[in-house]
Nanobody
Framework: QVQLVESGGGLVQAGGSLRLSCAASGRTFSAYSMGWFRQAPGKEREFVATISWSDGSTYYADSVKGRFTISRDNAKNTVYLQMNSLKPEDTAVYYC?????????????????WGQGTQVTVSS
């Protein structure tokens, strides 16, 4: 089991940037593929980005491609989500998730480990 704690959310104007962090503790972080998801009020939780444990390959939702970047620092047990050119529709609670010894996935149901979430609000 791995414990996940997100940070870095906040209020930002449209066009601005934020960097989210997700610190992991517990089992060996490098063995986990990590994902970022988000959930806006009244909507289902949706995939944002993922980074693989094995080769660091990354995948993004079309809605954030070219604006968001996922990265990881295994020495710090941390995964990041750099968010640029933010839009009001990016407003949501952002969650990080982990799955061990498996490729990154866009499917929310394939991640057994979740953080508590961090709020991102983008004003127009």
């Amino acid at each position: 089991q791995v414990q996940l704690v997100e940070s870095g959310g906040g209020l930002v104007q449209a066009g601005g940037s934020l960097r989210l962090s997700c610190a992991a503790s517990g089992r060996t972080f490098s063995a986990y593929s990590m994902g970022w998801f988000r959930q806006a009020p009244g909507k289902e939780r949706e995939f944002v980005a993922t980074i693989s444990w094995s080769d660091g390959s990354t995948y993004y939702a079309d809605s954030v491609k070219g604006r968001f970047t996922i990265s990881r620092d295994n020495a710090k047990n941390t995964v990041y989500l750099q968010m640029n050119s933010l839009k009001p529709e990016d407003t949501a609670v952002y969650y990080c998730a982990a799955r061990r010894f498996s490729a990154g996935s866009y499917n929310v149901h394939e991640y057994p480990n979740w953080g508590q979430g961090t709020q991102v609000t983008v004003s127009s």
